[in-house]
């Protein structure tokens, strides 16, 4: 028999290759290195967690790093390519600014000493899944494999033959400190490990209280070690330890992997290279990671109180991440929702920012948790007191900044307790969607009056729109900037605070954004906004312009909403352009910019499945997806909403849409059509 040649036996390996690949599940091609192995872009982590679970172990690398000096500690506690100092329990995902916890490390090692630098090891990663990680600690050959459950994890450490190993917990430090933990205890009572205590330096300010319970089995070269955490108490910590007791990685990890099979299998994608496919699933993986249930685990909470942890922050998720929990996991949507209420009543506000069970009031635009609550309530989601939400909702409206409520906008330059970060038109054109956000609550529950007053007060974005300001290059006229508290409107050029090109700053009138980018963010008002730049016509004219000459970051949450402007004036095929732009960004090993707490995972899954959520709407603008066909499997009505194209997956044509064989005569469909189920189809002209 004739052999066959090389040639034909490399590509019939391929082939093969290629059908075990995309005989692969959701979770199966979801990748934790996504968004973590990029230093600076991302802050992911390549660690494992279960959907909305409390703990997430990950590695962390040595910091300070003597190869980099004058480098910042990596927010995510991950740096990819640099030595790791072990494993700890608790992490953020793909958040900026001040990193926070990374506490409980616990780190195997066949050496004598307990110094970070001393345990530090090159790592080479072998398997990293949302429900299992595997690695290669090189600097004693030891694996390590690992799994989590909602507040614990089981970690198998398989030591070289012959070499005595050992397993440190460092209960004390945190990322970046090596005294994250104030008054911080560990005991060994036999083959038990216990204790915790009081940590700070969280970004959230404030100490929180975390405590951890372990116990060590050693059988020949290998250490099972099993650990168990909880906000609440040393009690509770043991008592959680029940998820993990006699348990093996393997059992641990297929209990695991069954939930995100549940949670990633709610859609379902074809017509993607292997490569898309494993960006979708990851980027999927991540909208599920964060907020945190953390109900019945936080120590100034009641166990009866629904308690949704780790908002780092409202600012980035209302625009993409909570909209897409109302279409997959509408349940978390009313944890959450019942937690701000539950919060309201106790603390008089709902932070922004929530870690650790502590609010941190850092209104970087306004009281977001009203976005979500209204657009939940817009969406007619279930299991939510109603009468609660709405009470915390009105108690915002009526306790924003005293300047406000008295002169209908932030003055700029007025210091204020409300927050730090308040900035005169952004903190305005933020209150003035949080008031149009409590009047469709208001009317919808019957309360006529209020509904008028905060309509009336949702108008207050005019004030911030200056008539006479003029783009120089442009000649387009009229843009949102600051004012002072006498009336005067601040003394900017519309591109001030532009960052493209990049190394620009940020200023005074807006947080992260400009004048061209927030003259675009009025959601709750988009006639109103058309009508001030001219029209439709014109405001076509200026968004192209704006677009083409790169005015509109929108890789960052202020511009999330401006593609699908376009569809408000009836351009969808100019909004499938600039969606196509945008997700080219998205690359294998990056992600253009921080994931921010799952914004950007949930952001990738709408720009290719082919629509966009207007937070509040209740509607979903439309463009051409960038997959043959995107399947939701919908909790809310138990049907399925398929979106399929017909045309090139490019970006270069929107054709006409379908929904159900009749033709669209407007790029959108509604929350309540997708809850229907059936088809949305896009075919050529």
Avoid at 549 to 574: M, Q
Avoid at 644 to 651: A, H, K, Q, V, W
């Amino acid at each position: 028999m004739k052999s066959k040649s090389p040639r034909f036996i490399i590509v019939a390996c391929l082939a093969a290759f290629a059908a075990c690949a995309f005989s692969r599940t959701p979770a199966e091609w979801a990748d934790t290195r996504v968004g973590s192995s990029v230093p600076g872009l991302g802050s992911c982590m390549p660690g494992p967690c279960i959907p909305h679970g409390s703990v997430y172990p990950s590695p962390d690398t040595l910091w300070p790093n003597p190869r980099s000096k004058g480098r910042h500690a990596p927010t995510s506690g991950y740096h990819h390519g640099d030595d790791v100092v072990g494993f700890s329990q608790f992490h953020t995902q793909g958040t900026g600014g001040h990193p926070s916890y990374g506490i409980m490390l616990v780190t195997p090692t066949c050496g004598a000493s307990d110094e970070e630098a001393d345990l530090a090891s090159p790592i080479t990663l072998v398997e990293t899944r949302p429900y299992l990680f595997r690695a290669r600690l090189e600097k004693d050959g030891i694996d390590v494999a690992l799994a989590p459950t909602r507040f614990a994890a089981v970690y198998e450490f398989t030591f070289p033959k012959g070499r005595a190993g050992r397993v440190v917990v460092n209960a004390k430090r945190k990322i970046g400190r090596r005294d994250g933990g104030v008054d911080v205890s560990v005991k060994r009572e036999g083959n038990a490990v216990f204790g915790g205590g009081t940590y700070n330096y969280n970004w959230c300010p404030g100490p929180y209280n975390c405590y951890f319970y372990a116990e060590e089995e050693r059988n020949g070269d290998k250490i099972v070690f099993r650990i168990a955490t909880s906000f609440k108490s040393q009690e509770k910590a043991k008592a959680n330890f029940s998820e993990v007791r006699g348990k093996s990685v393997a059992e641990v990890s297929a209990a695991a992997k069954a939930m995100w099979e549940d949670a990633l299998g709610r859609v379902r994608v074809e017509g993607l290279s292997g490569k898309d496919m494993r960006l979708f699933y990851s980027h999927l993986f991540h909208a599920f990671v964060q907020p945190r249930d953390r109900t019945g685990d936080i120590d100034v909470w009641p166990d009866g109180v629904e308690m949704w942890d780790d908002h780092y922050t409202l600012w980035d998720t209302w625009k993409t991440l909570f909209p897409l929990m109302t279409i997959l996991d509408p349940a978390a949507v009313a944890g959450c929702v019942n937690s701000f209420a539950a919060r309201s009543e106790k603390n008089g506000f709902v932070g922004v920012g929530f870690c650790a069970g502590r609010e941190y009031r850092v209104g970087q635009a306004g009281d977001e948790s009203d976005n979500i609550m209204a657009d939940a309530f817009a969406k007619k989601i279930p299991g939510i007191d109603w009468p609660r939400a709405y009470a915390a909702m009105r108690r915002h409206a009526e306790h924003r900044t005293p300047e406000y409520l008295k002169l209908g906008y932030v003055p700029f330059g007025v210091k204020t307790e409300y927050c730090w970060r308040m900035k005169s038109a952004s903190s305005t054109l933020g209150f003035a969607y949080n008031d149009w956000c409590v009047s469709q609550v208001a009317a919808g529950l019957g309360r006529k009056e209020d509904a008028a007053f905060y309509l009336a007060r949702s108008k207050n974005w005019t004030n911030v729109w200056d008539e006479a300001m003029v783009d120089a290059p442009s000649g387009y006229r009229g843009f949102c900037h600051g004012r002072h508290p006498d009336g005067r409107f601040t003394d900017v050029i519309a591109r001030e605070g532009m960052q493209n090109p990049p190394g620009r700053k940020y200023f005074g009138d807006f947080y992260e954004g400009s004048c061209w980018e927030y003259s675009y963010m009025i959601p709750g008002d988009i006639p109103g906004m058309i009508a001030k730049m001219g029209g439709e016509k014109k405001f076509l004219e200026r968004l192209i312009y704006a677009f083409d000459n790169r005015l509109i970051d929108y890789g960052n949450e202020p511009s999330f909403i401006t593609t699908w402007l376009f569809d408000f004036v009836g351009r969808p095929d100019l909004a499938t352009t600039w969606a196509h732009v945008y997700r080219s960004q998205f690359e294998e090993k990056e992600i253009p910019g921080d994931d921010d707490d799952g914004a950007m995972g949930s952001m990738y899954v709408f720009l290719t499945s082919g629509f966009f959520p207007i937070s509040g709407l209740g509607v979903y603008a439309l463009h051409a997806p960038a997959a043959k066909c995107v399947s939701f499997t919908l909790p809310q009505s138990g049907k399925t909403f398929t979106i399929r194209s017909d045309l090139p997956l490019d970006g270069s044509r929107y054709g006409e849409a379908f929904l159900n064989g009749k033709r669209l005569e407007r790029p959108f469909v509604t929350h309540a059509q997708l809850l229907e189920g059936g088809e949305l189809v896009f075919k050529s002209l």
